[in-house]
């Protein structure tokens, strides 16, 4: 099957630090990938939608400027989270979808993001 | 702009009970239907599939229907095991992106 992998699993910043989160789609090309946040027991909101070689599209409410986002290439995304503060922390999941299984969602393992 | 909701939230069941999980959407115009599970902590285990001209998918102890025209789906879990605990989630795809409910926490209890 179809595997992302995140990079890094966790990681410890201290506030006003940027972090760097990668996704990449291991076997197969994905021209579409997706960033979600998950708080504490809450489901996954959509943050942003990325498209190989153009600007990312944002949801309401998600700040561009905080969350920067960059799809270089067709295997990979990139999420930066800049001058971090502690209501930043939370749970960061990744999503590539491959056009050739009719609109299918590959999940990436997540990255769990603390802001001391 | 999609809406998935998903009742109940909290599921609670002694080993051995069948279960269904509901959940709804708002538009109807979608490609897919997935359910997924999540363990605490965890990221997303991908379930079943089911694409908007299939009406139900099964795997093992699952099953999970869709009706696009109401706007359901249901996961059937047969013979809950303790192992079955855990937080199951309805996404909803459609040409731009995919929404998720927010969830039903099942604890199956011994």
């Known amino acids: 099957g179809a595997v992302v992998s995140q990079h890094p699993s966790w990681v410890i910043c201290k506030s006003g630090t940027s972090v760097k989160i990668e996704c990449r789609s291991l076997?197969?090309?994905?021209?579409?990938m997706f960033w979600y946040r998950q708080f504490p027991k809450q489901s996954l909101m959509l943050m942003a939608t990325?498209?190989?070689?153009?600007?990312?599209?944002?949801e309401q409410g998600v700040e561009k400027d905080k969350f920067l986002i960059n799809h270089a290439s067709l295997t990979l995304s990139t999420l930066t989270v800049t001058s971090a503060h502690p209501e930043d922390s939370s749970f960061y999941i990744c999503?590539?979808?491959?056009?050739?299984?009719?609109?299918?969602?590959?999940f990436g393992p997540g990255t769990r993001l603390t802001v001391t | 702009k999609q809406e998935v909701t998903q009742i109940p939230a909290a599921l609670s069941v002694p080993e051995g009970e069948n279960l269904v999980l509901n959940c709804s959407f708002t538009?109807?115009?979608?490609?897919?239907l997935q359910w997924f599970r999540q363990d605490p902590g965890k990221g997303l285990t991908s379930l079943l599939l089911?694409?908007?001209?299939?009406r139900e998918q099964t795997s093992g102890r699952l099953n999970a229907s869709l009706d696009k025209s109401s706007g359901r789906s249901t996961l059937y879990i047969a013979a809950s095991q303790p192992g079955d605990s855990a937080t199951y989630l309805c996404?909803?795809?459609?040409?731009?992106?995919?929404?998720f409910g927010a969830g039903t926490r099942l604890t199956v209890k011994p």
């Open positions: 089911i694409q908007s001209s299939q």
């Open positions: 538009d109807s115009a979608i490609y897919n």
């Open positions: 999503s590539a979808r491959d056009l050739g299984t009719v609109y299918e969602q590959y």
């Open positions: 990325s498209n190989e070689g153009s600007k990312a599209t944002y």
């Open positions: 996404a909803v795809s459609d040409n731009n992106d995919m929404r």
């Open positions: 076997d197969f090309q994905a021209t579409t």
